[in-house]
Protein backbone atom coordinates (compact mmCIF):
# COMPACT_ATOMS: atom_id res chain seq x y z
CA UNK A 1 0.00 0.00 0.00
CA UNK A 2 2.69 2.43 1.16
CA UNK A 3 4.98 1.55 -2.42
CA UNK A 4 1.78 1.94 -4.00
CA UNK A 5 0.98 5.51 -2.45
CA UNK A 6 4.89 6.51 -3.60
CA UNK A 7 4.61 5.84 -6.92
CA UNK A 8 1.31 8.07 -6.84
CA UNK A 9 3.18 10.66 -5.09
CA UNK A 10 6.36 10.14 -8.21
CA UNK A 11 3.75 10.50 -10.65
CA UNK A 12 2.37 12.83 -9.41
CA UNK A 13 5.31 15.14 -8.92
CA UNK A 14 6.37 14.06 -12.51
CA UNK A 15 3.26 15.39 -14.19
CA UNK A 16 3.53 18.71 -12.25
CA UNK A 17 7.25 18.73 -13.07
CA UNK A 18 6.20 18.48 -17.15
CA UNK A 19 3.11 20.59 -16.41
CA UNK A 20 5.60 23.38 -15.19
CA UNK A 21 7.97 22.94 -17.73
CA UNK A 22 5.20 23.29 -20.31
CA UNK A 23 4.28 26.46 -18.52
CA UNK A 24 7.53 28.25 -18.70
CA UNK A 25 8.01 26.93 -22.56
CA UNK A 26 4.60 29.22 -23.28
CA UNK A 27 4.87 32.00 -20.83
CA UNK A 28 8.13 32.67 -23.19
CA UNK A 29 6.34 32.10 -26.74
CA UNK A 30 3.73 34.12 -25.17
CA UNK A 31 6.13 37.07 -24.51
CA UNK A 32 7.17 36.67 -27.78
CA UNK A 33 3.75 36.67 -28.81
CA UNK A 34 3.51 33.17 -30.67
CA UNK A 35 1.11 31.29 -28.46
CA UNK A 36 -2.12 32.68 -26.34
CA UNK A 37 -1.75 32.49 -22.80
CA UNK A 38 -4.85 30.42 -21.97
CA UNK A 39 -3.29 27.20 -23.40
CA UNK A 40 -1.67 26.22 -19.36
CA UNK A 41 -4.95 26.76 -17.74
CA UNK A 42 -6.58 24.25 -20.67
CA UNK A 43 -3.25 22.08 -20.15
CA UNK A 44 -4.20 22.22 -16.41
CA UNK A 45 -7.78 20.94 -16.77
CA UNK A 46 -6.29 18.32 -19.48
CA UNK A 47 -3.95 17.03 -16.62
CA UNK A 48 -6.23 17.67 -13.49
CA UNK A 49 -3.73 19.72 -12.12
CA UNK A 50 -4.50 23.50 -9.98
CA UNK A 51 -2.31 25.97 -11.96
CA UNK A 52 -0.18 27.90 -9.09
CA UNK A 53 -1.31 31.72 -8.52
CA UNK A 54 2.31 32.87 -8.84
CA UNK A 55 2.02 31.38 -12.70
CA UNK A 56 -1.14 32.87 -13.21
CA UNK A 57 0.22 36.03 -12.29
CA UNK A 58 2.99 35.39 -14.65
CA UNK A 59 1.04 35.00 -17.54
CA UNK A 60 -0.76 38.22 -16.75
CA UNK A 61 2.54 39.99 -16.67
CA UNK A 62 3.35 38.62 -19.67
CA UNK A 63 0.42 39.87 -21.97
CA UNK A 64 1.10 43.29 -20.18
CA UNK A 65 5.44 43.60 -21.24
CA UNK A 66 4.32 42.44 -24.86
CA UNK A 67 1.55 45.13 -25.29
CA UNK A 68 4.44 47.38 -23.90
CA UNK A 69 6.59 46.20 -26.10
CA UNK A 70 4.54 46.60 -29.50
CA UNK A 71 6.47 48.63 -32.01
CA UNK A 72 4.49 50.66 -34.23
CA UNK A 73 4.49 48.73 -36.80
CA UNK A 74 2.62 46.00 -34.99
CA UNK A 75 0.31 48.74 -33.68
CA UNK A 76 -0.49 50.33 -37.29
CA UNK A 77 0.20 47.47 -39.16
CA UNK A 78 -2.83 47.71 -41.44
CA UNK A 79 -1.48 51.35 -41.93
CA UNK A 80 1.79 50.50 -42.66
CA UNK A 81 0.73 47.54 -44.82
CA UNK A 82 -1.18 50.26 -47.13
CA UNK A 83 1.37 52.49 -46.91
CA UNK A 84 4.02 49.92 -48.31
CA UNK A 85 1.87 49.26 -51.10
CA UNK A 86 0.63 52.81 -52.44
CA UNK A 87 5.20 52.84 -52.19
CA UNK A 88 5.52 50.26 -54.33
CA UNK A 89 2.40 51.45 -57.13
CA UNK A 90 4.30 55.03 -56.57
CA UNK A 91 7.44 53.01 -58.24
CA UNK A 92 6.18 50.95 -60.76
CA UNK A 93 4.27 54.06 -61.89
CA UNK A 94 7.82 55.86 -61.54
CA UNK A 95 9.86 53.36 -63.33
CA UNK A 96 7.28 53.48 -66.50
CA UNK A 97 7.60 57.48 -66.77
CA UNK A 98 11.61 57.22 -66.40
CA UNK A 99 11.21 54.31 -69.35
CA UNK A 100 9.01 56.06 -71.38
CA UNK A 101 6.05 53.73 -71.32
CA UNK A 102 3.37 55.57 -69.85
CA UNK A 103 1.03 52.11 -70.55
CA UNK A 104 0.99 50.93 -66.83
CA UNK A 105 -2.29 50.96 -65.25
CA UNK A 106 -3.11 50.12 -62.03
CA UNK A 107 -6.33 49.58 -60.26
CA UNK A 108 -7.91 47.65 -57.10
CA UNK A 109 -11.11 45.06 -56.56
CA UNK A 110 -14.00 46.33 -54.61
CA UNK A 111 -14.29 42.75 -52.95
CA UNK A 112 -11.14 41.33 -51.01
CA UNK A 113 -12.18 37.65 -51.98
CA UNK A 114 -10.66 36.54 -54.82
CA UNK A 115 -6.95 36.13 -53.52
CA UNK A 116 -5.31 39.11 -54.66
CA UNK A 117 -4.73 42.87 -53.87
CA UNK A 118 -4.01 45.32 -56.84
CA UNK A 119 -4.42 44.50 -61.04
CA UNK A 120 -1.39 45.73 -63.03
CA UNK A 121 -1.39 46.29 -66.75
CA UNK A 122 1.59 47.17 -68.92
CA UNK A 123 2.80 45.94 -72.31
CA UNK A 124 -0.47 43.87 -72.71
CA UNK A 125 -0.06 41.83 -69.73
CA UNK A 126 -2.56 41.99 -67.04
CA UNK A 127 -1.53 40.90 -63.36
CA UNK A 128 -3.62 39.90 -60.64
CA UNK A 129 -1.16 40.47 -57.88
CA UNK A 130 -1.39 39.44 -54.32
CA UNK A 131 1.05 41.34 -52.07
CA UNK A 132 3.22 40.58 -49.10
CA UNK A 133 5.31 42.62 -47.01
CA UNK A 134 7.91 42.13 -44.50
CA UNK A 135 10.81 44.45 -43.20
CA UNK A 136 14.16 43.42 -43.60
CA UNK A 137 15.77 41.28 -40.53
CA UNK A 138 12.57 39.64 -40.45
CA UNK A 139 11.94 36.23 -39.29
CA UNK A 140 9.26 35.32 -41.24
CA UNK A 141 10.19 32.53 -44.18
CA UNK A 142 6.27 31.59 -45.52
CA UNK A 143 3.42 33.32 -47.32
CA UNK A 144 -0.03 32.45 -47.25
CA UNK A 145 -2.00 32.16 -51.60
CA UNK A 146 -5.29 31.76 -51.86
CA UNK A 147 -5.83 29.29 -54.34
CA UNK A 148 -8.29 31.75 -56.13
CA UNK A 149 -5.31 33.34 -57.94
CA UNK A 150 -4.58 29.97 -59.88
CA UNK A 151 -8.30 30.92 -62.42
CA UNK A 152 -6.36 34.45 -63.24
CA UNK A 153 -4.63 34.33 -66.68
CA UNK A 154 -1.52 35.96 -64.57
CA UNK A 155 -1.78 35.56 -61.27
CA UNK A 156 1.21 36.14 -58.95
CA UNK A 157 2.42 36.92 -55.63
CA UNK A 158 4.78 40.03 -54.77
CA UNK A 159 6.76 40.05 -51.52
CA UNK A 160 8.05 43.10 -50.83
CA UNK A 161 10.99 43.82 -48.08
CA UNK A 162 11.36 47.36 -46.62
CA UNK A 163 13.53 49.41 -43.95
CA UNK A 164 11.43 49.30 -41.05
CA UNK A 165 13.07 52.93 -40.02
CA UNK A 166 13.13 54.70 -43.42
CA UNK A 167 10.65 52.68 -45.51
CA UNK A 168 12.64 52.11 -48.25
CA UNK A 169 11.66 48.90 -50.58
CA UNK A 170 14.05 45.97 -51.51
CA UNK A 171 14.79 43.53 -52.51
CA UNK A 172 11.39 41.87 -53.80
CA UNK A 173 10.47 37.87 -54.14
CA UNK A 174 8.22 36.84 -56.57
CA UNK A 175 5.81 33.87 -56.95
CA UNK A 176 4.42 33.10 -60.62
CA UNK A 177 4.97 32.49 -64.25
CA UNK A 178 6.50 34.49 -66.99
CA UNK A 179 4.01 37.43 -68.02
CA UNK A 180 1.20 36.52 -69.94
CA UNK A 181 1.24 32.89 -68.11
CA UNK A 182 -0.95 31.52 -64.92
CA UNK A 183 0.65 30.37 -61.73
CA UNK A 184 2.53 27.16 -61.33
CA UNK A 185 0.37 24.64 -60.10
CA UNK A 186 -0.69 24.41 -56.01
CA UNK A 187 -1.17 20.92 -55.79
CA UNK A 188 2.14 19.57 -53.81
CA UNK A 189 1.99 23.07 -50.94
CA UNK A 190 1.03 23.10 -47.91
CA UNK A 191 -2.69 23.70 -46.97
CA UNK A 192 -2.64 26.31 -43.61
CA UNK A 193 -4.66 26.09 -40.83
CA UNK A 194 -6.17 28.83 -39.05
CA UNK A 195 -4.27 30.64 -35.92
CA UNK A 196 -6.50 29.72 -33.48
CA UNK A 197 -7.73 26.45 -31.93
CA UNK A 198 -11.15 25.40 -30.52
CA UNK A 199 -12.47 24.82 -27.83
CA UNK A 200 -10.32 21.90 -27.64
CA UNK A 201 -7.30 23.37 -29.54
CA UNK A 202 -7.30 22.24 -32.66
CA UNK A 203 -6.58 24.04 -35.45
CA UNK A 204 -8.86 23.41 -38.26
CA UNK A 205 -7.52 23.75 -41.87
CA UNK A 206 -8.07 26.47 -44.16
CA UNK A 207 -9.11 24.30 -47.60
CA UNK A 208 -8.58 27.81 -49.73
CA UNK A 209 -5.27 28.99 -48.76
CA UNK A 210 -1.44 27.23 -49.33
CA UNK A 211 1.48 28.08 -47.59
CA UNK A 212 4.33 28.90 -49.74
CA UNK A 213 8.04 28.55 -48.02
CA UNK A 214 10.42 31.34 -49.24
CA UNK A 215 12.57 28.99 -51.59
CA UNK A 216 9.19 28.66 -54.25
CA UNK A 217 10.32 33.07 -54.58
CA UNK A 218 12.49 34.29 -56.83
CA UNK A 219 14.51 36.62 -55.11
CA UNK A 220 14.98 40.26 -57.55
CA UNK A 221 17.08 43.36 -55.78
CA UNK A 222 15.71 46.16 -57.85
CA UNK A 223 12.46 47.71 -59.10
CA UNK A 224 13.61 47.23 -62.41
CA UNK A 225 13.74 43.31 -61.86
CA UNK A 226 10.86 43.11 -60.57
CA UNK A 227 9.02 45.36 -63.29
CA UNK A 228 10.54 43.49 -65.85
CA UNK A 229 9.19 40.01 -64.05
CA UNK A 230 6.09 41.05 -64.13
CA UNK A 231 5.61 43.09 -67.70
CA UNK A 232 8.29 41.96 -69.81
CA UNK A 233 10.34 44.24 -71.57
CA UNK A 234 9.75 48.04 -70.88
Known amino acids: MLERFEVGALLRRSLLFIYLCICF???FLNIINQIPSHIPILLATRMRLRPPLWLMILLDFSVLFRQANMTEHSLHSSYREKLIEHLLVGNLLKLSWKNKNFSLEISKPEVDNAGY??????NGIIRHIQLKTTFIGSATTTQKIHISLTKKPSGCVVWVYFNNETLDLGPYCYFGAAPGQPLPSLENLKTAK???GNAIGLKS???NIRILNKGNFIKLKTINELYHQLFGST
Open 25 to 27: LVL
Open 117 to 122: DLIAEA
Open 194 to 196: HTK
Open 205 to 207: ERS
